[in-house]
DNA sequence: CCAAGAGGGAACTGATCGGTACCATCAGGA
DNA sequence: TCCTGATGGTACCGATCAGTTCCCTCTTGG
């Protein structure tokens, strides 16, 4: 059937080059855990790289398939719906194989930031702050633009540290942030 | 003249590791860029990854008595002393060989949590905290442990978004978050 | 029933990896 | 003066890297 090769080669490196790093997981690596020839692979694939970008693009829309769904049933009031962000990191944090952000980790280890990685990591978090700013203008915040950004800062933030504690209390800090900046940004129309 | 060629070493593995990322550094690398015999590095260490933990411990040295430079000659209130962090992050981003934290990147790069470059970094960041909490303790906040640590989870957000947006502005806008949460905090005996 | 395409296995390339061994050189102290 | 220790250069080791090539098998559709 067609492709299988393909989404079983995606799949193993999806879940290798997050586990353990691009450069820290060769080819035969890959190969092995697919159970996919070295021929079909190059079929496929004209090299390493494509893969790379390959799994990002995928990572990018579950990712944010993900975020969607978790905001579509936070029963959070319009002008706290934006918390939902840090409710999700919340819980990626807690989860065994959690090893920061893809997309971040993908830029540090890539570093040359005119490479095709870097560009759909950077891609990728410009669409996350796309998303929160939607939210914070539904909410009614007047500077969403502004605050958009900097709730994303907050959670790089908290992923990256929650990298670096092994817990997921960042996401709660993070969060604690997040609620003063929004209790005291401007609304349109009425005060409480 | 003793240990000159560790220190070359150690120079040129510290510069090498930050541009271009660990695992994209060789000996060969080092060797070449430091003028180095290949006998004479593994005098001096065991092996690459003894290399860049010693790496670690002097830049850790380093960051930290260039922050505590930036806090001495910050024109900073007492209470708005912790922002000289951010004020130092924003040279530090618009610096062209900038790219990111050295801690977070090694951390990033060295998946294993219990390898000994893990480590250090995560150390690293525990100093910087407590800078920053004995800095908010003095400025009179009242719950300057959890503020220092929603600082530093700023911090960190700002150098990771820099690093994506190749520009300064996120000191800038991490530093504003940093403002409304000293502004909205607690301050010990009298209020303005 | 057979042809065609997709896939897996393995041998092989040249380059590079981290690390070892050996050797010639050059300094400084006894 | 000579000896010792630090050094730089180079050849080499086995392992692994990304990538190419060839061959055989299996499936599937005509």
Redesign the pocket.
């Known amino acids: 059937?067609?492709?299988?090769?393909?989404e079983?080669l995606l799949g193993a490196a999806e879940r290798l080059f997050y586990e353990e790093g691009i450069?820290a997981?060769?080819?035969?690596?890959i190969?092995s855990e697919s159970?996919?020839?070295?021929?079909?692979?190059?079929?496929?694939f004209?090299?390493?790289?494509d893969v790379v970008v390959e799994v990002l693009r995928r990572r990018d829309g579950m990712w944010r398939a993900w975020l969607d769904g978790r905001i579509a049933v936070s029963e959070r009031s319009p002008e706290e719906l934006p918390l939902a962000l840090f409710d999700g990191l919340a819980e990626r944090f807690a989860a065994a194989e959690f090893r920061g952000c893809a997309f971040i980790n993908t830029m540090v280890e890539t570093a040359d930031p005119d490479s095709p990685a870097h560009h759909v990591a950077a891609e990728h978090k410009e669409k996350v702050i796309a998303v929160l700013d939607r939210l914070l203008a539904e909410g009614g915040y007047l500077d969403h633009e502004s605050l958009a950004r900097q709730l994303a800062l907050l959670g790089d933030g908290a992923i990256v540290t929650a990298v670096r504690e092994g817990t997921p209390e960042a996401a709660v800090r993070a969060r604690a942030v997040a609620e003063v900046l929004l209790r005291t940004a401007e609304r349109e129309s009425v005060r409480a």
Chains 1, 2 share one sequence.
Request: glycine share 10%; charged share 30%; no cysteine.
């Open positions: 059937m067609a492709t299988n090769a393909k079983r450069r997981v060769g080819i035969e690596r190969l159970g996919v020839g070295r021929a079909s692979f190059y079929r496929h004209p090299s390493k790289d």
